[in-house]
């Protein structure tokens, strides 16, 4: 049986699989499924540059802030952030509505804990972001 799927992470702040993985899946007609879609949570909006949310899962794991939580990242949040209230959308709304946009993506797996969650989640998929919106985020986080 051939693939049908590769996973890996992928969000606004891991866009590493960009020079290899995804012309390969291009190639190979294949889909693909993020996973850390919200870069363990610096893309929802809960945090801030020094202030991270306790309970989250940034707060009790080192290594997801030795992978996401630095200066870069944190200059890339705050520009997101700022393109995505401009624009009255949340951040998070601009993570998922980003990845959707991306022809090859077959879904963004996209956890809750909480009901508030689901429906934030849900948001995303409302929001279709232009070619010029997509030039700009490709500025923002390369």
Do not use: C
């Amino acid at each position: 049986a051939a693939f049908i799927s590769a996973q890996d992470q992928y969000s606004l702040l891991n866009r590493r699989i960009e020079r290899e993985v995804v012309p390969a899946i291009e190639r190979h007609k294949l889909g693909f499924l993020p996973y850390f879609p919200l870069a363990s949570g610096m893309l929802t909006g809960k945090h801030r540059k020094g202030v991270i949310q306790q309970g989250s899962r940034l707060s009790f794991s080192k290594r997801h802030i030795d992978r996401f939580v630095n200066d870069t990242n944190w200059a890339k949040v705050e520009a997101l952030t700022a393109f995505a209230e401009q624009r009255g959308h949340t951040i998070l709304e601009l993570a998922f509505a980003w990845l959707l946009a991306k022809p090859f993506i077959g879904s963004v797996i996209a956890g809750a804990s909480v009901p508030e969650q689901v429906e934030q989640n849900v948001k995303a998929v409302g929001w279709t972001l232009t070619p010029s919106d997509m030039t700009e985020l490709d500025r923002i986080t390369r």
